[in-house]
Nanobody
Framework: QVQFVESGGGVVHSGGSVRLSCAAPGLFLDDYAIGWFRQAPGKEREGVSGISASDGSTCYADSVKGRFTISKDRAKNTVYLQMNSLKPEDTALYYC?????????????????????????WGQGTQVTVSS
């Protein structure tokens, strides 16, 4: 069964940086819009950043704009999330998933919960904890 494998999380001080990676053996990531999501304890899962399948266009949640950068390495078939200037409120379990219905990411596709059902191949996530 295809499933994303996320890695790179850890404990970091406020203001620090972390780079997350996600890959899915057997899945060609360039065929799908890919999203990074996060879920903090007691909160709903939310979209953080996404990258389109073909042109590599990106989008970000307002809460992370200017601090996070999503990228894709086609040779390694891996998507990254560079997270800078981390804040305690960024503490969460971070997941990536593929949108099986669309190739181009948009703000609504990433952040509107009505589109969550379009995403699949969710992994176990990687924990990021930001200490103040």
């Amino acid at each position: 069964q295809v499933q994303f494998v996320e890695s790179g999380g850890g404990v970091v001080h406020s203001g620090g940086s972390v780079r997350l990676s996600c890959a899915a053996p057997g899945l060609f990531l360039d065929d799908y819009a890919i999203g990074w999501f996060r879920q903090a304890p007691g909160k709903e899962r939310e979209g953080v950043s996404g990258i389109s399948a073909s042109d590599g266009s990106t989008c970000y949640a307002d809460s992370v704009k200017g601090r996070f950068t999503i990228s894709k390495d086609r040779a390694k078939n891996t998507v990254y999330l560079q997270m800078n200037s981390l804040k305690p409120e960024d503490t969460a379990l971070y997941y990536c998933a593929a949108n099986l219905m669309r190739r181009r990411i948009t703000d609504h596709l990433l952040t509107d919960r009505m589109f969550l059902h379009e995403y699949s191949y969710w992994g176990q996530g990687t924990q990021v904890t930001v200490s103040s």
